[in-house]
């Protein structure tokens, strides 16, 4: 077989692999990427953008309703139509990937299509669907071929039993569907179907759901879900499934009670595992935890230093800007630059509706100082008719110096930015406080929270 030498050579193109092959052709590498299916990978086919599309027209249905009684009514149909939103949603994700293809292309990145996988610690082999077959040796590589939906051996993937990617490809939409896992996937879709109009029941075997956020977060959730009529089941576990007349019956167990529940389809989001099985890491030094993850210095070095992971194939939350911003630091670090990964404000959304939102230090120690601010003193808040939620921040009890934050309500995803460049910046509280913010935003509770950690707080008069 012929041998091709490459310089860079990164496997997998979503939003680890293309944003590294993009940064180390900026700094003068000449690169390859190799793929096996479509240029974007997970975030863009069937996670991040998918879910956000429908997640974004099930809020604006789902305010429609809302405000039926001073619009009127605005639609003579009564559901959503799924095939019109498939199309949208398919030109959507055509125009990022034509997107991507096209810097690709700019900066000179070849693109080989194939499935790779090692034959040694500096060569690989790419197979693609035509039965060719080569060979290639490299002089450093990045791996980053994501990750993909558990399946649970007790929940085979079906007609019936469908992952978060056949959920979100769905061409109409369903009466009722029930969801096993309570993450932060399993939300954003049983929100986004509730508000349009499915009867969703949630399943979660933990004794409650998304245990990374704090209660009184997850408690203004949950009275949400409650409103939204969704069916919560936590500390449930689901034993067993029974297909009949076009309808899934899951039979469920809460300690010594068991009970079932029935849907249209069972969505499984059970976590996600690495695509690190039939990557050839036996013919490597690579070295590998029990679930396959990938283990990595803190410069993304495997345990083959010419060889770096990145993305949903090391540890660390699976995020899309997580895995760009290991991209980008590993394409430095095979260009000289002796860089180290900093993970203090990695910003989480679950884009629940209302959304919630993290970042950096987020448990109260004996050195932080909490400080929270409801929404329902915010203007904006309440003219959008969505004043549930509030803003959190951390910030050292000495200097003031912010550490941390969270914000449960409209906008999260945007807001909680701010507090990650104030940590990232260095920022105190005082800091924030200073910032004159527009009016009337969402934005204006974090000037809120950071005089209330200041001690002069003008919207409230005391802590919550
Ligand atoms: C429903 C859902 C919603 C999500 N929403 C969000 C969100 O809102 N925000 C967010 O930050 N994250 C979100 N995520 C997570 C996000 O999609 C992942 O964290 C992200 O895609 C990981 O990027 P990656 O580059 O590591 O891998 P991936 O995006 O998974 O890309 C890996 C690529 O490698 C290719 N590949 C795999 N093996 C090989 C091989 N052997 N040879 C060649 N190519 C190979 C694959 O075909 C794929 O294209 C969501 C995920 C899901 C499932």
Known sequence: MEEKKLDT???????????????????????????????????????????????????????FKKSEHIFGKLSTSNEMDMMEFQKDKNKTIFKLQNGIQHLLHKHEIEVVEGTAAFCSNDALIVSNIHGHTNKYSFQHCIIATGSEPRELPSFPWGDRILSSTGALALQSLPEEIAILGGGYIGIELGCAFANLGVKVTIIEVQEDILLMVDPKIRHILKQQLNKKKINLLTGVKAIGYQEENEKIRIQLQRETEFFSVQADFLVVSAGRIPCTSSLGIDKTNIEVDRNGMIQVNSSLQTSVPTIFAIGDVIKGPALAHKASYEGKLAAEVISGNNYVIDYRAIPQVIFSDPEIALTGETAPTEHLLESVFPLGANGRALTLNQSEGLVKIFSTKDTGHVKGGAVIGPNASEVITEITIAIEAGWTV????????????????????AELATGMPIHVTSPM
């Open 430 to 449: 005082a800091d924030l406080a200073l910032t004159i913010h527009p009016h009337p935003t969402i934005s204006e509770a974090i000037i809120e929270t």
């Open 9 to 63: 050579v990164i496997i997998g193109s979503g939003p680890g692999g293309y944003v590294a092959a993009i940064r180390a052709a900026q700094l003068g590498q000449r690169v390859t990427i190799i793929e096996k299916s479509k240029i974007g990978g997970t975030c863009l086919h069937t996670g991040c953008i998918p879910s956000k599309a429908i997640i974004g027209l099930s809020k604006k249905w789902a305010d």
